[in-house]
């Protein structure tokens, strides 16, 4: 079997798609740590799909194999009320090391480093970003199959299905602060400041502090004095709200939850705070990318833009050398799927891609006569708006304020249209997701996880969000 038939062969299983702006070489290394997980599970992920086409991309996970490393991890936690702090530490450890690794080069020395050398750099950057995940990547198997069985287990104490959302959103609120919720916070104590010197000093140390808050998996967008100074006119004072965390305290004692169920939210509330960490690690191991990607421009002049479609395989001495490098990374840009193994990459470019899209596309169900669909309810509320479909993040500039946002997940770079729209629909994630804590702290509606509303809806659309009974009605 040729590499074409072992990657076409494997749209027979079936996968849980996740779809944000993203890129091979910042992608693929964090990706790929969840073939990392046997020393802290016992078991691993064995393989992924990964497509990518003008820096919008898809991850694919194998649903059997969420599932099986889910129930392992759900089993880990039961055993041992210890094992997520304790594999995280580990975790944040295999990050601190892998960083300090890079500081150890200081980027004045770049341009003077030999071809060997910075070619061991390049690889430091890519491990780098594969540490942000390792023992972390055990994250999604936890958050992407446990929703519903918290879910499902709640209904046994809360019948009524709008009843039931409600509890369902309190009880899952986050009871730690995100980063979001401190970049704001620190905004806010920047705009009460009248002293103007005391106010442009503050404002460069928030740049120090947050200057890598808008990076995303397609590369990284410098944050700037002027950007800060935008943000300062716009910020408000609502931030973590204490009064929710003691609601959720008192529902979950009021409503005299099994033990298990308590141990699966307090899993759930710990994840959500590492998650959360972990997004910040891998957006400051971005932007290092990015820098050492910068240095690599120059020394081969090729555009970032198409160095982002750089993969393992490509990390040789023969990259300093390669006259079709060029042509090939272009080609990627314009369409790739990479199905990885632990150690090997099947990359599939030109005709080959567009068949693959072409299978994927007559594998999904029709979707022109849904009228109505439903999802998980993250956030109360019932909205009717205009639909804005984003999928690129140069989307989000469409959305207007009372528009309806449609995703297949949000990330904080939408931030901006999720402060306009009405609501927000996802195709995808948990009640752990940045879409759901974003849309609770907001007090917006918000229905996730929904699969198909990227597909369903269309620009111009007017819908109903009734998120209290999780469902999306197409209005006209």
Known sequence: MNQKEIAFEQLQKKWYPQGFNCTPFLLIPPGSSGFDLKPCLGDTFTHFLYEFKND????????????????????????D?????????????????ALQQIKNIPELQWPSLSKEEFLSLIQKAMYLLRSCGLYGHIIEPFSLTTDVMIKNMLSQYVKEPS?????LTIISTPTKR???????EDLFTISQINNEKE???RIKEHLARFYWVRNTYAGRTKLTLKDIENELKTISSNFHDSAKIEKKSELIQQLRLNPELILLLEASDFITDWQDKRKKDIFIAIDIAERVLEELSQRINIEVANLRYLSYPDITLSLFTDKTLPQTLTERRNGVVFYTLPEKEIILTGKEYLEFRERVERKEKPTQQIKKFSGLTASLGTAIGQVKVCKLLSDIRKVKEGDILVTSMTRPEFLPAMEKAAAFITDEGGITSHAAILAREMKKPCIIGTKIATQVLKDGMTVQVKANHGLIQIIE
């Open 56 to 79: 919008f991309g898809k991850m694919y996970y194998d649903l059997d194999e969420l599932n099986h490393l889910g129930t392992i991890v759900r089993s880990k936690i039961k055993k």
């Open 81 to 97: 009320k210890q094992f997520l702090i304790k594999t995280r530490k580990q975790s944040d450890l295999n990050y601190s090391k």
């Open 163 to 167: 009843e039931l959302n409600k509890v």
């Open 178 to 184: 995100s980063f979001l919720h401190e970049m704001e």
């Open 199 to 201: 106010r442009k000093q």
